[in-house]
């Protein structure tokens, strides 16, 4: 199949130019620019047939074109047309500019909802054609695309159907025994009914078939990864042993329901040959951390070293010192490594590593520098997963010899993502609380509670308690942003200077200046933070028990759990206190839902409906493309559908079938990032 643009008829560098700022550079591309709606012009109505409330087009000559100006920065346009059987005006708001567009004599076609005012028909910002002097709409069920300025849907559809003119066949991708199913038609069809459909029962058909194609396509990528890093054998683990039972004998609570399955599901994958991919999913609070420090005991009394690389420095020291001290009464020899290590005590990690004097290392993205080798690493810890690129994870695996590899994440992602997104791991889930976890009480409020908040944390301070307040950061505005915390800090510290310490961490302090303030409030030295930047994800200070949210209709619904999560980590009761001013119902729905949900994958699942599915799909996260025809919300039957048809596949005709079927395909699609992930 030709790519290039300038292949089409009727598409030269004027028109490919208009293609490019739409982010078409190629067929491919143009073919699957879909239409974001239709519209039924099947019939041309006369402008007497029209009734009031009516959807329908008309064709007509403008008679008269005259712009109003009722009051300052409100331009009205009136085109009138009229054909031989009355006459409509055409109206369109604050685009005066187009007055010269339109001619008297003109012949256009108007196609939107009729309505009549003052006595008139009536058509508010319809679609507008501009026909010549014989020339005849585009009828049918027309296709409406997303375009920007200088970019009409004339272009867009006369390019693809151009290309449907002068073409008759599509290669198939799928592996032929799939395509061959009663009912299934051509991937040809497929996509000129996608682009102009003459139904709606031929619309859903192709569509329901291009969203399997696309998710068999993903997960048949998911399906390689997966096989790739387990076709080698890994470190075989006996079942667990004294160090492990020591540990959790140790531990001043019983593990939960949750994390003894979790736990279970881990020891059962360390003793298999195939080298473990889990994701560890548990809610903000869960106990995620003591799973890992068992599994990464369990390594240990294996004769194998065990990592955990964290995101941050902050996140890093936290885990170390927790860990530690769950470790005291073991003979395990533990470090801390980060960009805070000294170069003296660098080098004698790395000499200790590489013998294996040091049983569990601990760190930031310092783990996999070049100089860091192990003597054998049995199990990688991978926390909050979405802050590392895929790249960085494999890197951390290659340091062994095909090492287990534990994933943990605090952010909820509901199932529909974890099959996409994560399709690649298997998933243990911890939703049960510890015991004695006090819900966060949490209240939406406006600006007018300012003296009250004020008010309520000088009592929790005076309590001995800490306090956050976090104000949203939008990035095209950094510098208003950062000068409304100012304010914010300004007006706290002034408020309180008598008796508490205020302190202020933003997104242009450098990292150093960051973890100095952090570190401040994790001693106590600070009783109320303000921040512009979200709290780390992780970051534990027990003594904390409010969390402010200034703006927070700006932030998602995962976001604020996380930062909910922040605080009630001690005995103390916390509170969540979000303010807005929004009167936006949506925004109204989503902070009222945070009052009434502490789950935080039950909220997660919300957003998606709240929000759509976006996308998903970023490099950073999975090394997969986002998707054309698919939504993952709505379509979680197709995406289970296609994943059990890859795995069918694989059992019936093994993986090398499959990977010689698809990897051309995968090629293109998802370039050759997600193949150096596949044959690095």
């Known amino acids: ?17 208009q293609l490019h700022k739409l982010g078409i550079t190629s067929v491919s591309h143009l073919l699957t620019y879909f239409p974001r709606s239709y519209e039924d012009r099947r019939n041309i109505y006369t402008i007497k047939e029209l009734d009031n409330g009516m959807t329908g087009g008309v064709v007509g000559t403008v008679v008269a074109v005259q712009e109003k100006r009722p009051r300052p920065r409100l331009s009205i346009l009136e085109i009138t047309i009229a054909d031989n059987s009355g006459a409509m005006k055409i109206v369109l708001f604050n685009q005066g500019y187009k007055k010269n567009f339109y001619k008297k004599g003109q012949r256009l076609y108007a196609y939107g909802k009729a309505d009549i005012q003052y006595g008139m028909m009536q058509m508010n910002t319809p679609q507008i054609e501009n026909l010549g002097p014989d020339a005849l709409p585009d009828t049918g069920i027309v296709p409406i695309y997303s375009l920007v300025d200088g970019v009409s849907q004339f272009v867009v559809r006369s390019s693809v159907r151009n290309w449907f003119a002068t073409n008759g066949v599509l290669p198939e991708v799928l592996p032929p025994e799939l395509i061959n199913q009663d009912g299934w038609m051509s991937r040809y069809d497929a996509f000129k009914a996608m682009h102009f459909p003459d139904s709606s029962n031929r619309y859903e058909e192709a569509r329901y078939q291009l969203a399997y194609e696309e998710l068999f396509i993903m997960q048949a990528g998911l399906a390689l990864l997966r096989n790739k890093e387990q076709v080698h054998a890994g470190p075989k683990m006996e079942p667990d042993g004294k160090l492990m039972k020591s540990l ?46 068992l599994s990464l005991v369990k390594a240990i009394e294996n004769g194998y070293q065990s990592a955990i690389m964290a995101p941050t420095e902050i996140l890093a020291s936290q885990h170390y010192e927790g860990i530690k001290e769950m470790c005291k009464h073991l003979p ?68 062994g010899k095909y ?22 791991l298997a998933v243990s889930l911890i939703k049960e609380m510890p015991p004695g976890r006090k819900p966060v009480k949490t209240y939406v409020v406006d600006s007018s509670y300012k003296e009250r908040l004020r008010a309520f944390f000088q009592k929790e301070m ?219």
């Open 1 to 17: 199949m030709k790519e290039e643009l300038l292949s089409i008829k009727g598409i030269g560098p004027g028109r490919e130019k």
């Open 248 to 293: 959790e004998e140790a531990l001043p609570f019983a593990l939960t329901g949750d994390q003894r399955r979790a736990l279970e599901e881990i020891s059962r994958d360390m003793q298999d040959e195939r080298p473990m991919q889990r994701l560890l999913q548990g809610d903000v609070g869960a106990g995620k951390t003591v799973v890992a420090a």
């Open 332 to 399: 395990i020899h533990i470090e801390l490594l980060t960009g805070a290590t000294t170069k003296k005590e660098k080098e004698r990690i790395y000499e200790e590593l590489a013998s294996g004097d040091i049983h569990m290392i601990i760190g930031t993205h310092s783990l996999i520098q070049d100089k860091v080798d192990f003597h054998n690493l049995g199990l990688v810890v991978i926390d909050e997963q979405h802050r590392f690129g895929v790249e960085q994870r494999a890197a951390l695996q290659r340091k």
């Open 403 to 424: 090492p287990h590899v534990l994933i943990m994440t605090a952010t909820p992602i509901p199932r529909t993502m974890t099959l996409s997104v994560y399709g690649d």
């Open 462 to 680: 005076e309590a001995g308690h800490q306090i956050y307040v976090v104000c949203p950061l939008v990035e095209e505005s950094e510098k208003l942003d950062l000068q409304a915390a100012e304010e914010v800090y300004i007006e706290l510290k002034e408020y309180f200077y008598k008796t508490f310490e205020v302190g202020l961490v933003h997104g242009r302090m450098n990292s150093q200046e960051k973890e100095e303030v952090m570190e401040r409030f994790n001693n106590g030295d600070i009783h109320l933070l303000v921040s512009t930047t979200v709290i780390e994800v992780g970051v534990n200070v027990p003594n904390a028990t409010i969390m402010c949210v200034e703006g927070a209709e700006r932030f998602g619904l995962s976001q604020l759990h996380q930062l909910r999560g922040r605080v009630g980590r001690g005995d103390a009761q916390a509170y969540c206190v979000l303010i807005s001013d929004s009167k936006n119902d949506i925004s109204q729905e989503r902070l009222k839902l945070m009052e009434a949900t502490h789950d935080g994958f039950e909220l997660a699942e919300q957003e998606l409906l709240l929000r759509g599915s976006g996308q998903l799909f970023g490099l950073a996260q999975s090394g997969l493309p986002d998707l054309r025809v698919a939504n993952i919300i709505k379509d979680i039957e197709i995406l289970v559908n296609a994943r059990e048809d890859v795995l069918q596949y694989i059992g019936e005709r093994g993986i090398e079938n499959l990977e010689k079927h698809m990897k051309p395909e995968l090629e293109k699609r998802f370039g050759e990032k997600f193949l150096r992930i596949l044959y690095n």
